[in-house]
Structures are given as structure tokens and as C-alpha cells.
């Protein structure tokens, strides 16, 4: 008999593998032996700086984007029980995206770091008209309306994003990189400033886990099994609006790793959205740290943002998984 080994026990393993490449791998070649002396308090400024100002705490905005974006996508996936479904569908990654444009064109904003709060108030602000506008009245109805709420909302907040960057070139030369999808320059400020959203939706969605199967099957099957649709609605709409807010606001608009990642691990793990929400949040540190570290390399002497690397990574792999049938029932 041959042993196959785990899908699950090879993402877990893939984790370390990314964080040191993270850490090992940049534009800006720095020895292994300088790496690590850099680590541990060694090394020479150069390779201090490279490591511990740069590629550190690049790392963890890796991490933390990664996490969210994939807990966020399984979880809207789930919820709107759409497997094509993802965060920008709320209309998240649109709200930042204006904000940071109407902060940069107005306000005079420069620094990633001070893009972070305009994120976050834009994000918030637009997932809360789309629940506004969208939300069924009556729990039991499925949430078609607010999709297609957040769509057309996403759709109007992008196109005053791109006359307000047409209107002012220098503005949007400054947020170019940021729009795109970018790891580069995020400090541990930036990062810090999001963690509270980043808690608060974690511990929502882990709140909302347990109902999510009985939803699945129907939510007048769920009502029926007991299941609060009310509670469950707002656990998973905070989830979801607090990590796609979360990670727009560190890393800009990061295409498809909440659609693609939630589809891998689906067909790797089976319907369990439990385990989905678990085993996505490890899949898509893995997926942004390796993008991000793809990025680094594959323009030398210059960067790719994290968020075309992903496009790249996930496009044929969706339509992939598109075509596969348990990959896609939910």
C-alpha cells in the first residue's frame, strides 16, 4: 500500500518554509550566514537593516494579510453559500481603495503608514452601506441581494477612484503601488494599527463557525436545527468586514486569495467549513508570503506588488478548480 501524504500535513509544513524565504529571499541579496547573524544581534548595519527593519516586519504583514484574507473568503464563501463568492463582494477592498485616493489627492497623504486609518474608516464605511442597503429583513432569505448590494456599491466607489487618480497623475503614482496589492514598506505600525480589527474578526468567526455546516444545507434546514440566523449573520458580516478591512488597509487590494484559497482547501479537506476556515487561514499565509516572496525576485532590479503575483497564481488555478465539481459545491 503506498502513503500518500496529507494535503494538510503538507500546508503545515509549507508554513516555515515560506517564513524563511520571507526572510531569506529580497532584491537585495543578503548571505544565509548574514541572515541569521542578523537574527540573533550579529551581522554587519547592512544586513540588520535588510533583515530586521525590512524583511521582519514584511513578514508579518505577509502573515496577517494571508490570515485574513483567507478566513474572510471561506467565510463568505460560506456564508452566502457561493463558492465563487470573495470580501471584495462587500465592497471592502472598494471603500479602502477610495479612501486612500481621496487622502492622498486631498489630504496630502504619503506615508503607507498613514494610508492605514483612510483604509479602515473606507472599508468600514462601505461595508456598512452595503449591509444597510442589502441585508434581507427576514433572516431566512438568502443573501443574494446583499451581494449584488456590494457589487454595484464596489462598482461606483471604484469609478471615483479612478477619475479621482485620472484628475491628479501625481496622486496616483504615489498610490500605484498600494492599489496594486503591495508588502513593500509595511512597518510594524501599520500592522499594529490593524491587529484590534484583526482580533475582533477572528474571534466573530470563530464565533459563527459552529452554525456554519447547518447553514449549508439550507437556512430554513438551520433554523430548524436551532441555528440563531440573526446572531450568525452578524458574527459572519463583522468577521468578514473586520478581515478584509483589516488586510486592505495593511496591504491594499490583494486579488484572489480569498477566492482561490478557500476553493484549495475545500477540495483538499472536504465540506467541513470548520476545518475550511481553520486550514484557509494557514493556506493563505502561505500563498501571500510566497507571492510577496515571488514578487521580490521576478523583477530585478525592481519589485512585483504581492497582489499581480497573486492574480498570476490564482487565475489558472481557479479556472482549474472551477472545473472540478467537488470543488465547487459547497
Given at each position: 500500500m503506498t502513503l500518500r501524504p496529507s494535503p494538510v500535513a503538507l500546508l503545515v509544513l509549507a508554513v516555515p518554509a515560506a517564513l524563511a524565504l520571507s526572510v531569506l529571499v529580497g532584491s537585495n541579496p543578503v548571505p544565509p550566514g548574514d541572515v541569521w547573524a542578523a537574527l540573533t544581534g550579529g551581522g554587519d548595519a547592512t544586513a540588520r537593516f535588510v533583515v530586521a527593519d525590512q524583511r521582519l516586519p514584511r513578514t508579518v504583514a505577509g502573515v496577517v494579510v494571508g490570515l485574513a484574507l483567507g478566513v474572510s473568503g471561506a467565510l463568505m464563501q460560506a456564508y452566502t453559500r457561493n463558492p465563487f463568492a470573495d470580501p471584495g463582494l462587500f465592497g471592502v477592498s472598494a471603500g479602502a481603495s477610495f479612501a486612500v485616493a481621496v487622502a492622498v489627492?486631498?489630504?496630502?497623504?504619503?506615508?503607507?503608514?498613514?494610508y492605514v486609518w483612510w483604509a479602515v474608516g473606507g472599508a468600514l464605511l462601505a461595508s456598512l452601506v452595503v449591509v444597510a442597503l442589502g441585508r434581507p429583513t427576514d433572516p431566512?432569505?438568502?443573501?443574494?441581494?446583499?451581494?449584488?448590494?456590494?457589487?454595484?456599491v464596489g462598482a461606483v466607489l471604484a469609478g471615483l477612484t479612478t477619475g479621482i487618480s485620472l484628475s491628479d497623475p501625481d496622486a496616483f503614482e504615489r498610490m500605484l503601488t498600494w492599489h496594486a496589492g503591495s508588502?513593500?514598506?509595511r512597518g510594524y505600525a501599520v500592522?499594529?494599527?490593524?491587529?484590534?480589527?484583526?482580533?475582533?474578526?477572528?474571534?466573530?468567526?470563530?464565533?459563527t463557525a459552529p452554525s456554519l455546516n447547518a447553514i449549508a444545507l439550507g437556512r430554513d434546514v438551520a433554523q430548524a436545527q436551532g441555528v440563531d440566523l440573526r446572531r450568525?449573520?452578524?458574527l459572519a458580516?463583522?468577521?468578514?468586514?473586520?478581515?478584509?478591512?483589516?488586510?486592505?488597509?495593511?496591504a491594499g487590494p490583494v486579488a484572489f486569495v480569498g477566492l482561490v484559497v478557500p476553493h484549495v482547501v475545500r477540495w483538499c479537506v472536504g465540506v467541513d467549513q470548520r476545518r475550511i476556515l481553520g486550514v484557509s487561514a494557514v493556506a493563505g499565509v502561505v500563498l501571500v508570503l510566497v507571492a510577496d516572496v515571488v514578487g521580490r525576485v521576478a523583477v530585478l532590479p525592481g519589485e512585483m506588488p504581492a497582489?499581480?503575483?497573486t492574480a498570476f497564481i490564482g487565475a489558472p488555478v481557479l479556472v482549474l478548480l472551477a472545473r472540478r465539481s467537488r470543488a465547487t459545491g459547497l
Open positions: 489627492a486631498y489630504a496630502g497623504v504619503t506615508a503607507p503608514a498613514a431566512r432569505v438568502p443573501p443574494t441581494r446583499l451581494v449584488l448590494t456590494g457589487v454595484a508588502l513593500i514598506d500592522t499594529l494599527a490593524v491587529a484590534p480589527l484583526l482580533v475582533l474578526g477572528a474571534l466573530a468567526a470563530a464565533a450568525s449573520d452578524l458580516l463583522a468577521a468578514i468586514t473586520l478581515l478584509a478591512a483589516g488586510a486592505a488597509a495593511v497582489g499581480i503575483v
